[in-house]
């Protein structure tokens, strides 16, 4: 195949000097389209060619330690680690150094994600974050504190004027803490002049200071369809295999895989460093088809608009199966992370069609960013599987390639029924006699035993089988399941029975006008596979026909169900039940045409696929139900768990914009106001410590209406999310005598908790 070499220019500017370095990169794909790149290309790697600031000028943060406890990139479910976490051994109150010069720009506070954050902007734009901090220096902690009560809640988002916190590089900005998510540690980002997060390994003071002699280490590898076309070993199933270590960090899959048709890679490995048993994710892959390298990624930066993309970058399905976090090692349609050296949507992806049938050699290196790698190697077949039919003339077998199937050899197989072991016989077609196309294989059927015949190619691919199994007189009851799965933008049906079918089993598919017969094969002699392209339906309302012979009699069962296409040109609004449940997909609110499935639950209804990412996304409405009031909202499953995700009420309907995945919906009521537990309250020495437990079961904290007093006084308690309790701690002008402290605390739909507690002070 033809193919072009894609190059471009890395600038970085240290001090005054500039320096253009060449990352010259192989073609990346069989479908680059004819007349170079699409002009999106240029868009997304626009602003990501260059980094325009002095590396050398940033200085590690803390003096806490220098292990990297997590990198840059790592996985997140919902969104790519934006900067790399540094050990604090557990503990907090290490110093946190200014990384450069300049001025605070951004003070944050929040119970949840970064909890007590800075950002400091620096002359060249570039901006440098501390996180997960356990409290300011004085001066800002003072500035904190005053505006944390002006505005009488916890949480605050401020941008101080550039002159109110001018910074030297090394100065104390603040001290580690455990704030927010996540245990003691420092989280630490650098952020480009467009606030896109940068690896801070690409800077020389980091890269240095991180010890790192270990290579990434291959877990496994998994081959996918990716469209109806696609099997791997005969199966339209994904097919994940163990690497095996050979030694020096190389490792091998164990046997040869037959690909055909449309084929999406991805992997399973970690990276770690010396000082931490902590796995990261790998920095830099590269795939190569024989010595043609078909992909690359590195995660040096992305677009913070784009963090979600995670789940383009990552093979989501078997995220959400709990396989494992495989990267994909292909571009996903929609994906537009600048990872992938200018390449085009589906590079990585092999398209047997494109290359020569043959036996082919797949490399994977895994690097990390101080040049640790490791490689992976396979062994595939290349070849589109061999179609026979076989009919049987009189005490023979006639087996009939399909056209411009040429085939090597036959292997018949027999047993008794009962038994388990096949006898096997090969045949090389040149050997047997021909009726034009057809071969003759000289096996008596003696309409007792079970037979199973195969063809190969002389490349190697060989076809699904085809069984004769005579009835079985000892055995009268009979069955036939449908079963169907939807993967991707097709349907998988699987047709079973508890016995072996008589013959081969026939599956029809109606959907409007359309009225198809589906070609299925066999896996084995009591299951049948086949896959419908859903691009292929006329109406949304599709019915499935099977019938059969088991074990001689007749059985046939159908299914009927509903599917929706979304198109990201047009979107699309689908209703189901009477009416009460509508999802609304305006324009580009997917990333590619999406086939979706509403079925009603015992809570309300779900929506599928629920493993595909959303582009623009889409409205949810659900009309309340008769009965149903007050202190009521919609509710979703996130990662489990039931979340609130909206308590927006209008045209009689609650309603809330979805932005990531599909899931399940229902309206509930909450009428449990928050718990407030274990409260202590202790006053020494001029000292007020008020610590208690607050929780909620169903619609979650509403964190800004938590209000805490002391004789009317306002106190401005720090709410751990984590651990589930709020912390006072703070000098307070209290006299002798007695004092009464309240506590009021919101839920996110209005029922309260209130506790009031006296004390006394001596």
Not at 340 to 363: D, V
Not at 506 to 529: C, F, H, P, W
Not at 674 to 690: A, K, N, Q, T
């Amino acid at each position: 195949m033809g193919k072009t070499t894609n190059a471009f220019f890395l600038v970085v500017l240290i001090g005054t000097a500039a320096f253009l370095v060449s990352l010259t990169h192989s073609p990346l794909s069989s479908v680059e389209p004819i007349g170079g790149l699409p002009d999106w290309i240029d868009d997304v790697y626009l602003h990501f060619d260059s980094l325009r600031t002095d590396l050398s000028d940033y200085q590690w943060p803390t003096e806490a330690s220098q292990t990297m406890s997590s990198a840059f990139g790592e996985f997140r479910r919902t969104h790519f680690h934006a900067g790399i976490d540094i050990s604090t051994q557990g503990r907090t109150g290490y110093r946190v150094l200014a990384s450069r010069s300049g001025f605070v720009e951004r003070i944050h506070v929040s119970p949840f994600g970064y909890g007590k954050m800075l950002q400091v902007r620096h002359e060249d734009g570039f901006v440098t974050l501390y996180a997960h901090l356990n409290r300011f220096d004085d001066r800002t902690e003072e500035y904190v504190r005053g505006f944390q009560y002006a505005n009488e809640q916890y949480s605050l988002d401020v941008r101080p004027d550039p002159e109110s916190f001018v910074v030297q590089k090394g100065d104390v900005i603040a001290f580690t803490g455990a704030s927010g998510a996540g245990p003691p540690h420092l989280h630490f980002e650098i952020r480009d002049e467009r606030n896109n997060p940068v690896n801070p390994l690409l800077f020389p003071h980091f890269a240095s200071a991180v010890t790192d002699t270990r290579a990434p280490e291959f877990r496994q590898i998994n081959f996918s369809p990716f469209d109806h076309t696609g099997r791997i070993n005969g199966s339209p199933l994904p097919t994940s295999i163990d690497a095996r270590l050979l030694g020096n960090n190389e490792y091998v899959v164990p046997r040869t895989i037959r690909l055909s048709g449309a084929i999406g890679l991805s992997v399973r490995a970690t990276d770690r460093v010396n000082a931490t048993w902590h796995n990261n994710g790998v920095y830099h892959y590269e795939l190569f088809l024989d010595s043609t390298l078909i992909y690359s990624s590195k995660l040096d930066r992305f677009s913070s608009r784009l963090t979600e993309q995670i789940a383009l970058h990552y093979d989501w399905p078997l995220v959400e199966a709990g396989e494992g976090r495989f990267q994909r090692l292909f571009l996903e349609p929609g994906n537009r992370l600048p990872f992938y050296a200018r390449s085009p949507e589906k590079s990585g992806l092999i398209e047997t069609a494109s290359y020569e049938r043959g036996f082919y050699t797949l490399t994977i290196v895994a690097r990390d960013v101080q040049g640790n790698q490791s490689r992976l190697k396979a062994t595939v077949l290349l070849d589109e599987m061999p179609i026979i039919d076989v009919r049987k003339d009189g005490n023979v077998m006639v087996v009939a390639p399909s056209p411009q199937t040429n085939i090597s050899s036959i292997t018949v197989a027999s047993r008794n029924p009962g038994s388990r072991t096949w006898k096997r016989t090969s045949y090389e077609t040149n050997d047997l006699d021909a009726v034009g196309e057809d071969y003759i294989v000289p096996v008596s059927t003696d309409g007792k035993r079970q037979f199973r015949i195969e063809a190969k190619t002389a490349a190697g691919s060989v076809s699904h089988p085809v069984f004769f199994c005579p009835p079985t007189k000892s055995v009268k009851s009979t069955s036939l399941s449908l079963k169907k799965e939807f993967v991707r933008d097709y349907l998988l049906v699987t047709l079973s029975s508890h016995l072996p079918f008589t013959i081969r089993p026939s599956l029809r598919m109606k959907s409007g006008t359309l009225n198809s017969t589906i070609e299925i094969n066999a896996v084995d002699e009591q299951t049948y596979v086949g896959t419908i392209p859903l691009s292929d339906l006329e109406t949304t309302t599709v019915r499935l026909e099977a019938w059969g012979t088991v074990n001689g009699t007749n059985v046939e069962t159908a299914d009927e169900f509903s599917v929706f296409p979304i198109l990201p040109a047009s979107g699309g609004l689908i209703v189901a039940g009477a009416g009460e449940f509508e999802i609304d997909f305006p324009p580009d609110g997917v990333y590619q045409p999406l086939f979706v499935r509403i079925e009603q639950t015992e809570a309300g209804y779900a929506a599928y696929p629920q493993d595909v990412l959303l582009n623009k996304g889409a409205t949810v409405r659900y009309r309340q139900p008769a009965g149903v009031d007050g202190k009521t909202g919609l509710y979703f499953v996130d990662d489990g768990d039931v979340s609130l995700i909206s308590a927006k009420y209008a045209g009689g309907a609650y309603y809330a914009k979805i932005t990531k995945f599909l899931s399940e919906f229902s309206i509930r009521r909450d009428t449990i106001p928050p718990s407030i537990s274990s409260l202590s309250v202790r006053y020494s020495r001029g000292i007020l410590r008020v610590r208690f437990g607050l929780r909620d079961y169903l619609s979650g904290l509403n964190a800004d209406a938590l209000r805490i007093t002391v004789d009317d006084r306002l106190l401005i308690g720090e709410l751990d999310s984590d651990k589930k309790q709020v912390v006072f701690d703070e000098p307070v002008d209290l006299r002798s005598g007695r004092h009464v402290l309240r506590i009021e605390s919101r839920d996110k739909v209005g029922n309260i908790a209130f506790v009031a507690r006296e004390f006394g002070v001596k």
